[in-house]
């Protein structure tokens, strides 16, 4: 377990060590209270763990994380010139579509399950770390993309069988008026 601990440490240092926002409000802790950064950071995670098992509006939280943030990041993607990180959130979208899709019919089992709220958290934000490897782009990958691919065909019948027959369905509700 210190194996683990210490690896944890070490990880977690180094993220300290970035010169970004929450690093500086850190450090400003640091200097008023004396603790270190890392223990203060270690006991943010573990007190924001801890809500998200206990927590009465941890669904709130989670949901927010998994879809607020990214839906920002994908303003700013669609804003860029750069098509890679258009790429990333299209990936991250389709992979929480199927998640939440998924998840609308486990809901009910899961989310008695004390550590639901806190898991999801952990992967949604898996799926939209900044990594090259990240939930989404791994999922897409191994799942989502070989089973599309293997019946794309049937997939695009059906979806244009079910325009269709909308498409008519809409069409005879306008004449009717």
């Not at 008023?32 to 941890?58: D, E, N, P, R, W």
């Not at 809901?107 to 992967?123: A, E, N, Q, R, T």
């Amino acid at each position: 377990m210190s194996k683990y601990y210490e690896s944890f440490n070490t990880k977690l240092e180094a993220i300290l060590a970035d010169k970004n926002k929450a690093t500086e409000t850190l450090d400003k802790i640091e200097k008023l209270t004396g603790v270190k950064k890392l223990y203060v950071a270690q006991g943010f995670l573990g007190f924001f763990a801890l809500y998200m098992i206990l927590g009465h509006f941890a669904e709130l939280v989670c949901n927010f994380v998994g879809f607020l943030y990214p839906a920002y990041a994908s303003i700013h993607a669609l804003e860029s010139q750069n098509r890679e990180d258009d790429n990333k959130w299209l990936t991250y979208w389709v992979v929480y579509a199927f998640f939440a899709t998924g998840e609308f019919f486990s809901d009910i089992i899961f989310s008695w399950f004390p550590f639901y709220w806190l898991v999801k958290i952990v992967f949604l934000i898996w799926c939209f770390l900044p990594i090259q490897a990240n939930g989404s782009m791994v999922i897409y990958h191994r799942f989502i993309r070989p089973f599309f691919l293997k019946n794309k065909g049937n997939i695009d019948g059906t979806v244009n069988s079910a325009t269709s027959s909308l498409l008519s369905g809409a069409a005879r509700l306008v004449k009717s008026d």
